[in-house]
Nanobody, 121 residues
Framework: EVQLVESGGGLVQAGGSLRLSCAAS????????IGWFRQAPGKEREGVSC????????YSADSVKGRFTISSDNAKNTVYLQMNSLKPEDTAVYYC??????????????WGQGTQVTVSS
């Protein structure tokens, strides 16, 4: 059974940091890219950052460049999203997903249930 389990969300003040984890199982981790997406209330889901488990290449949305860092521990089948200098507009449910692409939702096959991140001003 394919599973993607996010953890690490919570409530943090603006300027603070959180680290999200995405633990994957049930598929060949090294064959996939893992992406982080987020959906704020009343808004469409958007891509945040992704990493290729095969070669470690990464791509991030302009809105998070310089603040968020994605990394992967292939031995643990886990991808992390280190989020620094958080802003209230980063408040959203964050999802991880496994697929083949960059930050287009249609390129991702497997999805986690999401973890809430709330940034207070």
């Amino acid at each position: 059974e394919v599973q993607l389990v996010e953890s690490g969300g919570g409530l943090v003040q603006a300027g603070g940091s959180l680290r999200l984890s995405c633990a994957a199982s049930g598929f060949t981790f090294d064959d996939y890219a893992i992406g982080w997406f987020r959906q704020a209330p009343g808004k469409e889901r958007e891509g945040v950052s992704c990493i290729s488990s095969r070669d470690g290449s990464t791509y991030s949305a302009d809105s998070v460049k310089g603040r968020f860092t994605i990394s992967s521990d292939n031995a643990k089948n886990t991808v992390y999203l280190q989020m620094n200098s958080l802003k209230p507009e980063d408040t959203a449910v964050y999802y991880c997903a496994a697929g083949w692409g960059t930050l287009l939702e249609d390129e991702y096959t497997y999805w986690g249930q999401g973890t809430q991140v709330t940034v207070s001003s």
